[in-house]
């Protein structure tokens, strides 16, 4: 359920199911369309929204469905803000793999902090680990 606040925010919950995931991220695209946005540039925002709503569920808020997880996103300017975030304990960014190294390099997960970085133009987290905002440049 989309809420539109008096700033342009709009905003949904979800609960902690991975279900969802896609349904935020298609709506987003959807509310997106007008900008007329290249493939490239919305692949990337649907790339990122759901890995990092799949993380909120699955590593914040430990796939328990009693918990929920907030999603707004808003236009700056020509930037796009997207902020995520879980009910869980949060996680310290320093202790995440870097998984083009060494070991990690082989490891069937771990990569979607990378990825997200390397696709969108700014990730930053709130210092208790559990909200994620995200900026993609539209210009």
Not at 21 to 28: D, P
Not at 51 to 69: P, S, Y
Not at 109 to 120: A, E, N
Request: aromatic fraction near 6%.
């Amino acid at each position: 359920m989309n809420r539109r606040s008096d700033t342009g925010k709009l905003s949904l919950e979800i609960p902690s199911d991975i279900k969802y995931v896609k349904e935020v991220s298609s709506g987003i695209l959807k509310w997106l369309q007008p900008r007329k946005l290249d493939d490239s540039a919305l692949f990337d925002i649907r790339l990122c929204v759901e890995e990092v709503v799949r993380n909120a569920i699955t590593h914040g808020n430990n796939n328990d469905k009693g918990l929920k997880v907030l999603v707004s996103y808003w236009l700056e300017g020509d930037s796009l803000i997207i902020e995520i975030e879980d009910e869980g304990r949060g996680f310290d960014l320093g202790k995440v793999p870097d998984p083009t190294i060494g070991e990690n390099i082989m490891k069937g997960s771990g990569r979607g902090v990378y990825l997200v970085r390397k696709l969108i133009d700014k990730m930053e987290f709130n210092d208790k680990g559990n909200k994620v905002r995200l900026t993609k440049y539209l210009k």
